[in-house]
């Protein structure tokens, strides 16, 4: 075999997401797409706001001269000022255009921060429940992972935290509004955060950065405001992507926004602007950059979304099944009726509805469902999600 032995380890490990990818795409082809409900993935449905065709109108039938040269790594200095301005408006920090690397979405964010900061053998710690990939980014730049089970309400357990803190720890990734669970960290949860950082820094003369992956920080409901994790430690590195807020996946487009005040501020900018080239990006998308640009204030609609949460969420807790009410991002997180979340996502599975254990995040004993998808299958996943509570005789909720 001539793969890496890593990779080959990696592959064979998997991601659940991806296995129930592959698992549907079968049953779609066996029952045609209409009657196979996937709730699987998180590839929102929504297209992208009227505003970003505009703009893409506009600037092909414009066509400016060098649209699509090689530029500066860090990206087009007019949208690094536009996603400055729109970030210190939201924060209330005051980033300048330096303080922003533009990048292949939020994926290419994280990779480049961790390639910046560690050194083979450094520590990262991520919370359960977590977004898989960040263990295998961890790996590409030689770090190791350290989990942090959840407390209550699948919020970091803060005991468990400040004891998982040595001085190997270079990073703590946290990721708020949360992929799988939908929560969204608290101010005080935030501060408490800050606190055991900096007790720890000051502990082990280490500095320690707070990477914040906010890929769903703008699809959050009930009109709650975003509390940033900027103001309870300075060396926070923000990483996020209009993947989800502009319905952009594919297109690739991000930022990484360095808190100004994060000593050491300049060395840090200029890593990470050297390593966005030498991981082979080289920059963030020519043409994508241009657009978004203009666009750091529009966002899909949230109301299509928080209509689907609610719909999804009265549904579930009517037939009994144990949940919390999503805050932000399109996911939903309930305890699975048994105890072997894959023998019920494989149940599930048999009628049709496909879901993702929950311990591919890190949490057996639960599934994750992702509702970025269109009514229809929603409403034609409840069935088979209704005939698995009565079959485990969950307590219905009138
Ligand atoms: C928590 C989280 N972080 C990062 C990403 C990567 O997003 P992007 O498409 O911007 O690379 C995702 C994608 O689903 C995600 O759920």
Redesign the pocket.
């Given at each position: 075999m001539s793969l890496s032995e890593v990779v080959q380890r990696s592959m064979a490990s998997g991601s659940w997401v991806r296995r129930m990818f592959d698992e549907g795409a079968a049953l779609k082809k066996r029952y045609g797409d209409e009657n196979v409900f996937d709730l699987s993935l998180?590839n929102p449905i929504i297209e992208p706001p009227a505003e970003f065709q505009a703009e893409l109108v506009k600037v092909a039938s414009e066509n400016p001269p060098g649209i699509h040269r090689y530029m500066a790594n860090a990206g087009y200095a007019e949208t690094r000022a536009a996603v400055a301005r729109q970030l210190a408006l939201d924060t209330g920090v005051s980033f300048a255009p330096d303080d922003i690397v533009m990048t292949c979405?939020?994926?290419?964010a994280?990779n480049v921060v961790l390639k910046t900061l560690l050194n083979p053998g450094d520590e990262v710690i991520i919370f359960a429940p977590y977004?898989v990939?960040y263990i295998h980014y961890i790996k590409n730049h030689q770090g190791s992972h350290k989990i942090v089970p959840a407390g209550e309400n699948f919020l970091p357990d803060l005991a468990a935290f400040k004891s998982a803190i040595n001085p190997k720890t270079k990073a703590v990734i946290i990721?708020s509004p949360n992929?799988p669970s939908g929560v969204v960290y608290s101010q005080q949860l935030l501060q408490d955060i800050g606190e055991i950082l900096r007790q720890k820094e000051a502990e082990y003369g280490t500095n320690i950065y707070l990477i914040s992956?906010e890929?769903?920080r703008k699809i959050i409901y009930d009109g709650l405001e975003f509390p940033s994790p900027l103001h309870h430690h300075p060396r926070t590195i923000v990483v996020t992507?209009h993947?989800k807020d502009l319905a952009l996946?594919g297109e690739?487009i991000?930022y990484i926004a360095a808190h100004p005040d994060g000593n050491p501020h300049q060395e840090l900018m200029d890593g990470l602007i050297f390593c966005n080239r030498i991981l082979g990006f080289v920059n963030a998308p020519a043409l994508m950059q241009r657009l978004v640009q203009h666009l750091q204030a529009t966002t899909v609609s949230i109301e299509w979304y928080q209509r689907k949460r609610d719909f999804l969420y009265r549904n579930l807790s009517s037939m009994g099944y144990n949940l919390i009410k999503p805050q932000g991002a399109f996911y939903m997180f309930p305890r699975t009726p048994i105890e072997d979340d894959i023998a019920f996502v494989k149940e599930l599975q048999a009628l049709r509805v496909l879901t993702v254990p929950g311990r591919g995040f890190g949490m057996p004993g639960y599934c994750r469902i992702s509702y970025c998808v269109d009514d229809r299958t929603i409403e034609g996943a409840l069935t088979g999600l209704s005939a698995m509570a009565e079959k485990y005789r969950l307590e219905p909720n009138p």
């Open positions: 998180g979405g939020a994926a290419g994280l977004f990939e990721n992929n992956d890929a769903y992507s993947s996946p690739r991000g």
